[in-house]
DNA sequence: AGCACCACCTGTGGGC
DNA sequence: TGCCCACAGGTGGTGC
């Protein structure tokens, strides 16, 4: 489900909506959704907490507390949504509630049960246990010139697989990157080592071209994908490519789907070099 | 290094 | 029409 931009949506709707909220005992419907600490101990530590900030690495939504960091990543149908009178909106796929002390909530809900939640005591605790393996934030922390260093180091990757990799860059998921290839017509096999100068300053900008599309429409709903009060995103009616198997290119040729990365991918094969 | 594959889950849509 | 299986906005582990 979400990518940087659908992550970012709720971030930026969570932070208008419960900054300053303090947290009464969680509900853990699912207690296997708490990677860490012991659920017992994070419903323990959770209660009385009282939300500072929302930021955001990647796709990781981390929110800063008075006495720790809350982290939330909703892998593929995770949904974390907003309840003025603490009701969820449905009860299906509810994994944990997280009630506030003047009776609203949170809800985190996730048909795959995929997503998980962390409760960390300080940043050191969410760089070593966390975000171990999460490289820099492709939208707030990689400007062209990081960008260009870091493609250097990784010269026999192809792009796709690439760019998927959160460890190169965080945020970058199937859809986005789909059609951030597709805008500066390069090619989902090509090797990193490959890209001329010129290419290599039109995917940054592609790259951050899309996700900010993307975030301007409230992100993509394919299929699940909600925000933080339940509405869609409205991205989907500006993919160039992605889904659109069959369908001509603005130049005329289809647009073929292939597997890339272990990915459905897709890409207009006479564009794309 | 980099890549292919599997596992984790549940639902659904396309093909037969 | 109905059934089945490939596939789905992600990631971590394994093994080549």
Redesign the pocket.
């Known amino acids: 489900?979400?990518?940087l931009p659908?992550v970012e949506t709720i971030r930026r709707e969570l932070e208008a909506l419960v900054c300053g909220k303090t947290f009464t005992e969680p509900v853990l419907h699912m207690p296997?959704t708490i990677k860490r600490p012991a659920a017992e101990e994070f419903s323990t530590r959770l209660t009385g907490q009282r939300i500072e900030r929302f930021d955001r690495r990647?796709?990781?939504l981390v929110i800063n507390l008075d006495r720790g960091i809350l982290v939330v990543?909703?892998?593929?149908?995770g949904n974390l949504s907003y309840s003025a009178n603490g009701l969820p909106y449905e009860e299906?796929?509810l994994r944990v509630s997280l009630p506030f002390s003047d009776g609203s909530a949170l809800h985190y809900s996730d048909?795959?049960?995929?997503g998980r939640l962390w409760l960390v005591e300080d940043e050191e605790e969410l760089e070593t246990e966390v975000l171990k393996?999460?490289g820099p934030d492709i939208l707030n922390e990689v400007d062209l010139e990081k960008f260009l260093e870091l493609l250097g180091?990784?010269?026999?990757?192809?792009l796709k697989?690439?760019l998927?990799d959160?460890?190169f860059a965080?945020g970058?998921?199937?859809?986005y990157t789909d059609e951030c290839l597709y805008r500066c017509s390069i090619h989902p096999r090509r090797?990193?080592g490959t890209l001329s100068r010129s290419e290599a300053e039109d995917l940054y900008a592609a790259i951050q071209e899309v996700l900010a599309d993307g975030i301007e429409y409230g992100?993509?709903?394919?299929?699940?994908?909600r925000n933080a009060s339940g509405a869609i995103?409205s991205f989907q009616s500006k993919l160039a490519v992605?889904?659109r198997k069959g369908e001509k290119c603005r130049c005329g040729t289809p647009i073929e789907?292939t597997?890339?990365?272990?990915?459905?991918t897709y890409y207009c094969p006479n564009c794309q070099k």
């Not at 180091?153 to 192809?158: G, I, L, Y």
């Not at 970058?172 to 859809?175: A, E, L, P, S, Y």
């Open positions: 489900m979400p990518e659908e296997s990647g796709k990781y990543h909703l892998r593929m149908t299906r796929f048909m795959r049960r995929f393996r999460i180091r990784r010269e026999r990757s192809r697989a690439l998927l959160q460890g965080a970058m998921g199937n859809i090797q990193a992100g993509t709903t394919f299929r699940d994908y995103g992605y889904g789907k597997k890339e990365a272990g990915r459905g």
